[in-house]
């Protein structure tokens, strides 16, 4: 017998070896569970259970196609009229390429205010685009705007920004921080899609494109 038959032999034994012993490991576990008191096995079965260890988690669950816009948090601000509201996009150029970053909304009269128009990022730069948004002296307490933000640079991605009049100013200052990465994996769900977005809607949205 060759050393490479040998070799696989004793490969193949070893593994049967450990196959035999996970399945006695199981065997034993299935004894001591069935000698348990029923209280003891209600715990278990709660905890294994829909709110178990992992609530809410769902593994079957399939992320959004990569050609589909990557959604930032959510950020509400809160001021008096007259305030101005401020988000600092912290943006990180993690690729190394020179990358050119543009911040922009599609909220119709926004009344926004840029920093700066955009920024070209070298590799591995990070840079700051900073939004503000005055409060208009005449807004009604309690009135609140959703103002929808988008930032384009190696990805797409979008914000809803909430500004909320109130009779005290608070939380008017937001830093979001954007790692704009490629993304090189061939991820098990990109099987699951057909490359074909509603290419007419995307073509509706200024600045999107291009």
Known sequence: MSSG?????????????????????GVDILDSLA?????LLNS??????????????????IPAPCWMPRPLCDVTSIGRPGDTATLAFDITN????????VVFTTTKNAGLTFSVAELDLTAMERGEILVSHLIPTGSVIGSKRELLMWVRGCR??????????AAIGANSFYEVDVRDCPDPIHHWYDHFYCPRPCLEDRGNLPGIRG
């Open 94 to 101: 993690c690729s190394i390429a020179l990358r050119k970053v």
């Open 44 to 61: 278990i079965t709660k905890l294994i259970g829909k709110e178990g260890l992992l609530p809410g988690c769902n593994p079957c669950e």
């Open 5 to 25: 038959s040998a070799a696989l032999i004793a490969s193949l034994q070893a593994f049967a070896k450990l196959v035999e012993q996970s399945a006695q490991l």
């Open 35 to 39: 000698g348990s008191p029923p209280q």
């Open 156 to 165: 797409l991605y979008f914000l809803r920004w909430t500004v909320v009049v």
